[in-house]
């Protein structure tokens, strides 16, 4: 089993994205590997919560280690063959706080938008342009700001990322 550990080959994707993903070819079937992870979750003495759902693992840290950045595991893992499979992982916040940004994202997104067709027709029409000009200055700079507001999220949740990987790797 230590062999097989030793022989996974891990690619990930850019340290870039605040979502990171990663792939591994695995030398197991994909239904062996879930029940793996069933198993574990069952244990008493187990760190992490978690969940198998058709080919989908949710890994969460505890409850009493969780706080708003805390991230989580989702795992897929593939059948290739009968004697291998590809496990596809993305490391995210909670769901309720990934939402809430995308859904801040989306109205800073349409409120530019609104903004860019308000100075257009405050310029056809030759009034003052002062407050739909700030507006579009002032938004991109807020989007900027919540994109290093999600990226110091993540780097605060770090420690929890590796121990969530860590995991993974010792079940896998």
Known sequence: MDKKKNLLIEKRNSEVFLRPRFAIDLEENAKIVLNRFSDEFKKEETTFRGSVIDGHVFIAVSKKEEHFWSPQLHLEILETTEKTSLLNGLFGP??????????????????????????YTKMSLNEPIIFPLIMMFVLPLVWTILYFLGKTGKDTGKSQMKDLHDFMIKVI
């Open 94 to 119: 909670n769901p309720q706080v990934w939402t809430l940004f995308m859904f801040i994202h989306f109205v800073i997104g349409i409120s530019f938008l609104g903004f860019a067709v308000f100075l």
